[in-house]
């Protein structure tokens, strides 16, 4: 039996009629891994995340999560199912305070959130800084952090985040990926689609390298690293 929480097979997907960005892509990633999914533009990284979650349909193959077939449902049923997406843009509610996005996040738990709140707080505590401040007035990072948190407040088994490093200065980018190593140790499985692909092969346990809507490498982070055809291609590094 398959120890792991997502599989998808063969997908074929896009976003018009007889033209698929995913051209027969497999993946796979077990509970707790943390897998990198690089690529140039274009190459359907994004496209990939949002076919797992619902915002598109594939038009051919196979998407499981934890042993059920998802190919087909939209997204709210596949939240229920215990996936967060948090996409590259629009990720947060500007005009509604930190605190009041977090609790957006928990719209289908009943009861108090307050032991959530405290949880995403202790993780980030600039949030908690900011709690009352509308999430429109925080910096790139800390709207990230935001976005991070909020997915978190449904205590999710699958994290899908799509370039959280996107548009961030090297300072704020090495905290984002703290902050993404340290959800990983809660036993999440996080699937991190990033341009950023050096430092995010630095940090999975496994990667995905793809290419015209295939999936052309795949292997340990190490290994994609050490890989000079990678390397050449994808990373700018030239192997002696």
Wanted: charged share 20%; proline share 4%; aromatic share 6%.
């Amino acid at each position: 039996m398959s120890n792991n929480i997502l599989e998808v097979n063969n997908v074929y997907a896009g976003y018009l009629e007889g033209l698929n960005i995913l051209q027969g892509i497999n993946f796979r990633i077990a509970q707790g891994e943390l897998v990198a999914v690089i690529g140039p533009n274009g190459s359907g990284k994004s496209t990939l995340a949002k076919t797992i979650f619902g915002l598109l349909t594939p038009n051919k193959g196979t998407i499981v999560f934890k042993s059920e077939s998802i190919a087909g449902l939209k997204s709210d049923r596949i939240v229920r199912k215990g996936m967060c997406y948090v996409p590259q843009v629009s990720n947060v509610f500007p005009s509604l305070s930190v605190e009041e996005n977090l609790e957006m996040g928990a719209f289908i738990r009943s009861g108090s959130l307050k032991s959530l709140k405290d949880n995403i707080y202790n993780m980030f505590p600039r949030l908690a800084e900011r709690r009352r401040q509308p999430a429109g007035t925080l910096s790139g990072g800390e709207r990230q952090m935001l976005a991070m948190g909020r997915a978190l407040m449904l205590d999710p088994d699958l994290l899908l985040l799509d370039e959280p490093s996107a548009a961030l200065s090297p300072i704020l980018v090495n905290g984002v990926f703290e902050q993404i190593k340290a959800i990983q140790q809660m036993g999440k499985a996080i699937v991190l689609v990033e341009q950023n692909a050096q430092k995010a092969l630095m940090m999975a346990d496994r990667g995905y390298v793809l290419e015209n809507g295939c999936d052309r490498f795949e292997g340990t982070g190490t290994d994609l690293l050490n890989d000079p055809k990678v390397g050449e291609l994808y990373l700018g590094i030239t192997h002696q």
